[in-house]
């Protein structure tokens, strides 16, 4: 099983800052097949990144996903209001697929 | 437009059973695998099980294999989830997620998401 560790696990940030959130692997994610996810409270998780850098479907140019391997960064490059949440890596190259602990972004 | 409605959470004593169901429409849902994931509260995600498109194949996470048994209903656009043996630490809410992939070659990722159904083993 991959397991993936996410990194830090707060960060805390003023609107407009640039953040960066850290997603490790055990081991190679195969094909980059890795995707970041965003949940707000009380709120289902929602697709941002699909195949470590394309953005899902009306996901602002403003997030932007990189990285292979076994390393993988998410980047939000000035935070709005409505990116105050929490972020979840997942990779969906071996099975079982696996989800990071998550990192939370929070106002400072 | 796509919807996931599950339903069927709810207190059970441990070692008790449960049934979660999920209502899919705006997709045609034979096309695509569905999966179950938990989160605990206040915790992250864990995915728990998944079926493809036709029923054919299931997997499983280690911490319900045996236990749980996910299946589909296409006719229904409805998939299942029965759990048995239910433990404290399977506390948890249960969303329905929709794979992106298309046919029977296994899992990806979800790019759609039900609101969750809530599941409390107590005594």
């Known amino acids: 099983e991959i397991v993936l560790t996410q990194s830090p696990g707060t960060l805390s940030l003023s609107p407009g800052e640039r953040a960066t959130l850290s997603c490790r692997a055990s081991?190679?994610?195969?094909?980059?097949?890795l995707a970041w996810y965003q949940q707000k409270p009380g709120q289902a998780p929602r697709l941002l990144i699909y195949g470590a850098s394309s953005r899902a479907t009306g996901i602002p140019d403003r997030l932007s996903g990189s990285g292979s391997g076994t390393d993988f960064t998410l980047t939000i490059s000035r935070l709005e209001p409505e990116d105050f949440a929490v972020y979840y890596c997942?990779?969906?190259?071996?099975?079982?697929?696996?989800f990071g602990g998550g990192t939370k972004v929070e106002i400072k | 437009e796509v919807q996931l409605l599950e339903s069927g959470g709810g207190l059970v004593q441990p070692g008790g059973s449960l049934r979660l169901s999920c209502v899919a429409s705006?997709?045609?849902?034979?096309?695509?695998?569905m999966s179950w994931v938990r989160q605990a509260p206040g915790k992250g995600l864990e995915w728990v099980s998944g079926?493809?498109?036709?029923?054919?194949?299931?997997y499983y996470a280690d911490s319900v294999r045996g236990r749980f048994t996910i299946s589909r209903d296409n006719s229904k656009n409805t998939v299942f989830l029965q759990m048995s043996s239910l433990r404290a630490e399977d506390t948890a809410a249960y969303y329905c997620?929709?794979?992106?992939?298309?046919?029977?070659?296994?899992?990806?990722?979800?790019?759609?998401w039900g609101q969750g159904t809530l599941v409390t083993v107590s005594s």
């Open positions: 079926i493809t498109g036709s029923g054919g194949s299931t």
């Open positions: 705006g997709f045609i849902f034979t096309n695509y695998a």
């Open positions: 997942q990779q969906y190259g071996s099975s079982p697929l696996t």
């Open positions: 081991q190679s994610v195969i094909s980059s097949y």
């Open positions: 997620a929709k794979d992106v992939r298309f046919g029977n070659a296994g899992l990806y990722y979800f790019d759609y």
